[in-house]
């Protein structure tokens, strides 16, 4: 009000400032008046007007719209040379694929007995039935043929001198049989365990800050050096503590190639082929899943298997050399002149003509070559409306996800001996491969169907239908089964926890994998290294859920599923807040970034007005701005809301 009223006042104050600071002439076209004298204060001391610096010109925004104009330049995924580079960020997933699982095979809990000499030098087999327990998946079995089977429970085995060990897992000799790492050295298994996850979620949050600043390439160049250099040295490794360590640092690297390879596929994809090129290296890293069993029995020993998935790391040295920097990172963060020798590369190599530049994207980037690179922080997001609520929501889904999928595997795989489904080590390891290729199979035509928003939120509610049903309707059986009357058996309890689970680790592994691709996409492109890090990095402490609880022995259990539970529920709240980015540009700064909005589920009817604003119409409401100016802005058929009637 104090504004208009000076406006009003003909000669009475001085006329308001222009945006960049100076003070508007005469009307009518009128001399400004002349420079008198500054201004004095009350005490007669002049003041010293401060000179405003003019802005920084805005950059083109030809420039800014990689999806729309320089991607459509180069060809998109049409050229020859863009389908080499998304090739080559597959190539690497059946390598990670191994590294990944490989804990499955080289930390496996064997079944054991104690071997001891008599007096005349004769080896007798002695089983410790009550420590295998304890010492996490190893079963009891019978020791080989020729071997007496004592009563069970004898406290004194942890006395033996020497054991003997029958590995489950392919191999002859793993990090358990090595060191002896049963019964009261249990516990270091599953702290071997911790330290690769923990190296992967350090991994994550620091390679991906990294990426954003100094690029996609340097990080995954130097995690591939570093990765052989530790990798390599555990297999040399002369105790579990020296294993241990050396497993957090190539976890460290391999998150760090994990990252950047998957930063560089979203960046180099249009919107309409982002989601299947992701899903081709899911399936991809899966093979490495499914051929590890076959890997570890041509290998019979761990340090031969640790040696082996580690060497492939080395042709990926080539990559220093025949892989690029992300255009679209160069582009966002305004790097002009590196950008342009790229677009150059990629140019000759499809073997196209400048002259096809129909909107000018080389003549523009000319005018523009000098600009300073202004690169970002994910700090930065914090002082963000939107960004950061969509980024806290997909980590939390990614936590629950991958945290609660542990719950429906100990479920199915024997948290109680009576629900197992079997003992055999590769009916289990193929049952958990199994379920996630056929999730993953399943996120395709739903995510294509529904989009990105709607197929999580199916798969979350999947998911907390099986574990409420788990923890409440299984309770209500087991109840009923106890009355004599009731005609119910224990077996009918099994048979629904089995099914109940099987549902829950299918949809909880969409629900994980899902989360971190739609971070992926709605973060951008100048903090998606860092969005991508804790997202990635959520996932792993969900991931460490499962060492946790078999580190003390599975108490706590039903509370650990109780509270994962209660997650899944106000997820499926929070998810209806998240944008929907199927087909859309991805954001190239934070500011588009801020104007990914979200949309109602489903399409409002022709003629009915919508209630939220679409991302070309969001207006920036932060500034004070001249009543006047808007209500001359709005035109005639535009509504209260700012969209356009029908």
């Not at 997933?93 to 699982?101: D, E, M, N, P, T």
């Not at 804990?103 to 087999?125: I, T, V």
């Not at 087909?583 to 589920?601: A, K, M, S, V, W």
Request: hydrophobic content about 45%; glycine content about 10%.
């Amino acid at each position: 009000m104090a504004i208009d009223r000076r406006r009003e006042a003909g000669g009475g104050g001085r006329p308001l400032p222009e945006e960049n600071g100076s003070v508007p002439g005469a009307v009518g076209g009128g001399a400004a008046a002349p420079p008198g004298p500054p201004p004095a204060n009350a005490a007669g001391v002049e003041i010293q007007a401060v000179p405003v610096p003019p802005p920084a010109a805005a950059c083109s925004p030809l420039l800014l719209d990689y999806d729309g104009s320089v991607l459509p330049f180069l060809g998109g995924l049409g050229g020859r040379y863009q389908r080499t580079l998304v090739l080559l960020t597959w190539v690497p997933a059946l390598v990670i694929g191994f590294s990944k699982f490989s804990d499955s095979f080289l930390l496996d809990q064997p079944d054991f007995w104690c071997r001891e000499a008599d007096g005349q030098g004769n080896w007798s087999g002695t089983l410790a039935p009550i420590h295998a327990n304890h010492s996490g998946n190893g079963s009891i079995f019978p020791p080989p043929p020729g071997l007496p089977t004592p009563a069970a429970g004898n406290a004194s085995e942890c006395g033996c001198r020497e054991w003997h060990y029958r590995i489950r897992a392919g191999l002859v000799q793993n990090v358990v049989s090595k060191w002896d790492l049963v019964c009261d050295s249990a516990w270091k298994v599953h702290i071997a365990k911790f330290s690769l996850l923990v190296g992967l979620i350090f991994g994550h949050l620091i390679t991906g800050c990294i990426a954003d600043w100094v690029g996609r390439r340097p990080v995954l160049l130097f995690s591939v050096i570093f990765i052989l250099i530790f990798g390599l040295t555990v297999a040399l490794s002369v105790n579990v503590t020296m294993f241990s360590t050396l497993r957090f640092f190539e976890g460290f690297c391999l998150a760090g190639i994990v990252l950047s390879l998957y930063a560089l596929r979203i960046e180099l994809c249009p919107p309409g082929h982002r989601f299947m090129i992701t899903m081709v290296a899911s399936f991809i890293e899966m093979a490495g899943q499914f051929l590890m069993p076959g890997l570890a029995a041509l290998c019979r020993d761990w340090q031969v298997l640790q040696a082996v998935i580690i060497c492939p790391f080395l042709l990926m040295l080539l990559y220093w050399v025949i892989f690029p920097e992300s255009l679209r990172w160069l582009m966002a963060t305004q790097q002009f002149e590196a950008s342009k020798e790229l677009i150059l590369q990629f140019t000759h190599k499809n073997r196209m003509n400048t002259e096809s530049d129909i909107k000018g994207v080389v003549p523009e980037l000319e005018k523009e070559i000098t600009r300073r690179p202004k690169k970002v922080c994910i700090v930065k997001v914090v002082g963000t409306r939107n960004l950061w609520k969509n980024i806290v929501v997909l980590c939390v889904n990614s936590l629950t996800g991958y945290g609660i999928h542990h719950c429906f595997a100990k479920s199915m795989m024997g948290h109680e001996a009576k629900m197992a489904i079997t003992h055999n080590f590769y009916a289990d390891y193929y049952t958990m491969a199994g379920i996630a290729l056929a999730s993953c199979l399943a996120m395709c035509p739903v995510v294509g169907f529904l989009g990105r928003r709607g197929g999580l939120l199916l798969f979350m509610i999947l998911t907390a239908l099986a574990s409420l049903l788990q923890l409440g309707l299984l309770n209500l059986i087991g109840k009923y089964s106890q009355l004599p009357d009731s005609g119910m058996s224990d077996s009918v309890k099994d048979k629904f926890s089995v099914a109940f689970s099987i549902v829950g680790m299918f949809s909880s592994h969409a629900v994980g994998s899902l989360s971190v691709f739609f971070c992926a996409e709605i973060t951008p492109t100048v903090i998606r290294g860092g969005g991508l890090g804790l997202v990635l990095a959520s996932a792993g402490f969900g991931r460490l859920t499962a060492p946790i609880m078999e580190l003390h022995n599975q108490k706590g259990y039903f509370l650990h599923h109780v509270i994962f539970a209660c997650c899944t529920l106000i997820c499926i709240i929070c998810i209806l807040l998240l944008p929907e980015s199927k087909n859309q540009n991805l954001p190239e700064n934070i500011p588009d970034g801020e104007h990914y909005t979200r949309q109602p589920l489903l399409p409002h009817k022709k003629g009915e007005q919508p209630l939220l604003l679409t991302n070309s119409e969001l207006k920036d409401y932060s500034g004070l701005h001249d009543s006047a100016a808007v209500s001359d802005g709005i035109s005639e058929n535009t509504t209260a809301n700012g969209m356009k009637s029908m």
